[in-house]
């Protein structure tokens, strides 16, 4: 977490609910051990890809981020 966490500009907390997140869905697998890690990486990626859309959004269009 650390790691993605410089790589990227993504707050710590979002990182948190995403590795979370990842954690419940790998126990319910057969082998949570084995997934959680790929699945964490993956849920990572996408809480990145989603706040930096987000602050995109404000940059762009300060208002229409107060809309959605």
């Given at each position: 977490m650390a790691e993605f966490s410089e790589s990227y500009e993504?707050?710590?907390r979002l990182l948190q609910l995403a590795v979370q997140e990842a954690e419940a869905i790998a126990?319910?697998?057969e082998y949570p051990h084995l997934v959680f890690p790929a699945l964490a990486m993956e849920k990572m990626r996408v809480a990145a890809n989603w706040?930096?859309?987000q602050e995109m959004i404000r940059r762009?269009?300060?208002t229409m981020a107060f809309a959605a």
């Open positions: 993504i707050s710590e126990w319910g697998t706040q930096e859309r762009v269009n300060p």
